[in-house]
């Protein structure tokens, strides 16, 4: 096993002081003498009102808390928590999209009211993403539905989408929500994000707490802005050593997984820190905490630092308060990797911890490979299967789907020149490699969808793919095989037509 596992009272690796976070009470001591009275008869049998104070602390006792712990109790106003109390939380941003926005609001308008007003119409982001590009006239209905709630509650952040004949025509449009809400500034550290989708948590990669909720509960933050919630207890994951140049966060977190298991977080935080953690960019610090869920995790964090704070400059005005784990909070357990000894790293069907080594499934052969999604189509995942391309000269020997996570993704593979290439882009590369033109921004085939939905597996098929989940069924057909992988793993993959370790071309 490549983890070693701590005591869960372990020193705290790493801590880092609060930077710009306010107190939520006074640090002062409040000292309350009592005095008794001797009375013949009694006056009251309930208390007289008091005024309302801030709770006080005991000055040089603290309770030392987790990231989220901390999130959690300041957004319910509250001076400490404890893993497992239940408490009303007050939300900072709602995002839902076409596919679960119009149960959200058939849930919405039946409790408030036909016409109820959403607590905050800015703090609420709807985004079409997962059905879009088909004839499917219910998945097109989806979308008219979320438009129509939109206009009706003056949504500030709706990102329409209405020819889909040529989505560059549509500027509003954004493309996987997930992405989207990072590259337009709603992922912020220390506030609360719920969204209706699994990979919410993907936010967690800003120090946020972020996590899917079902219609209902999401119903009710639309007329509320509040939520209950149970405070989740801390698994910590130390990840140490220089990163292989073969290796990408995507290895990381499969590797993870397969050692906890797809229930071995299941209503827990996962806390990322170490040396590598910090020495990963945001999007693939998103790509860590966007599988969380497949650990059956609650959210996943990373303590917000430079890289976040340089990456959030220019996409929000608002201000925000990171927070960072107390070198005396308590973590129901810890795993410790040497990332430098990892290797690529693949999950077999027909689950996320369903591990094997890369080269262990040499002999595997597939039928085509899928680049997208939010956890592997954003713009260093397409640079990474790019220089995989780059470095081999060759042509792939079996199809190969690339679909931009966003808008902007997409405007990237066109523009960016990819490091060592002599200016060459991304499209570029795909296109002297064979591979399937971009396609339109979108979740794709990630999730199955309607049958015409691009590179949707219609037949029983081998895929290697740098999506989330491998479960029958996932991306198409129920007879279909799905090997999750790295950007690096499915362009090596694409190159031969079998599973390879990208050690072979890097």
């Known amino acids: 096993m490549a983890a070693t596992i701590v005591p869960a009272h372990a020193a705290f690796f790493g801590a880092k002081k609060e930077i710009g976070a306010r107190a939520s009470f006074s640090p002062s001591i409040s000292a309350h003498r009592c005095r008794k009275h001797a009375l013949n008869k009694v006056l009251a049998v309930m208390s007289p009102p008091q005024p309302s104070r801030a709770p006080s ?48 609001i058939g849930i919405f308008k039946k409790e408030f009211g036909k016409n109820a007003k959403v607590w905050d119409r800015e703090k609420i982001v709807i985004i079409p993403d997962h059905y879009i590009f088909t004839s499917d006239e219910r998945a097109n209905r989806n979308v008219d539905i979320i438009r129509d709630f ?86 910590r994951f130390v990840l140490d050593g220089e990163m292989p140049h073969y290796l990408l966060a995507k290895d990381l977190i499969l590797q993870i997984i397969g050692e906890i298991t797809v229930a071995g977080a299941t209503y827990k ?163 002297e490699a064979g591979c399937d033109t971009p396609a339109s921004p979108s979740c794709g085939a990630c999730l199955g969808g309607p049958r015409d939905t691009y590179a949707r597996m219609n037949e029983p098929m081998v895929c290697v793919s740098t999506t989330n989940r491998n479960f029958p069924g996932r991306m198409g057909h129920k007879e279909g095989q799905i090997y999750l992988a790295s950007p690096y793993t499915a362009a090596a993959s694409a190159l031969t037509g079998y599973v390879t370790d990208p050690r072979e071309f890097l």
């Open 269 to 431: 935080s996962m806390e990322f820190v170490g040396s590598t953690v910090e020495s990963l960019n945001m999007e693939e610090r998103m790509t860590l905490c966007n599988m969380v869920v497949e650990a059956g995790g609650k959210n996943g964090v990373v303590p917000p630092d430079e890289t976040t704070f340089k990456y959030l400059e220019g996409k929000t005005s608002l201000n925000y308060e990171p927070v960072y784990s107390d070198e005396s909070a308590k973590f129901i357990s810890e795993y410790r990797f040497d990332v430098s000894k990892l290797e690529p790293v693949v999950a077999k069907p027909h689950s996320p911890d369903n591990l094997a080594l890369a080269r262990e499934c040499k002999d595997v052969k597939i039928d085509r490979v899928y680049i997208g999604s939010c956890t592997g189509g954003k713009t260093e995942d397409f640079m990474a299967a790019a220089k995989v391309f780059l470095a081999s000269g060759k042509k792939v020997k079996v199809p190969t789907f690339l679909v931009p996570a966003t808008q902007k993704v997409w405007m990237d593979l066109y523009s960016l020149p990819v490091p060592g290439s002599g200016g060459k882009t991304c499209s570029q590369i795909f296109e």
């Open 57 to 104: 602390t005991t000055g040089s006792v603290k309770h030392g808390m987790t990231m989220t712990e901390k999130i959690l109790a300041k957004s319910s106003d509250r001076s400490k928590l404890e893993p497992g109390e239940n408490i009303w939380v007050n939300i900072d941003v709602l995002m839902t999209h076409d596919v679960c926005g119009p149960g959200t």
């Open 150 to 235: 939109a206009l009706e509650q003056n949504i500030k952040y709706f990102y329409d989408i209405k020819d889909l004949s040529n989505f560059k025509v549509n500027p509003d449009y954004k493309g996987v929500c997930h992405v989207a809400l990072a590259q337009e500034g709603h992922c912020r550290p220390g506030e609360v994000l719920l969204g209706t989708d699994s990979h919410t948590c993907n936010a967690g990669a800003f120090g946020q707490f972020a996590t899917g909720i079902g219609n209902t509960d999401a119903g009710f933050v639309m007329g509320t802005g509040k939520l209950l919630l149970k405070v989740p207890p801390t698994m």
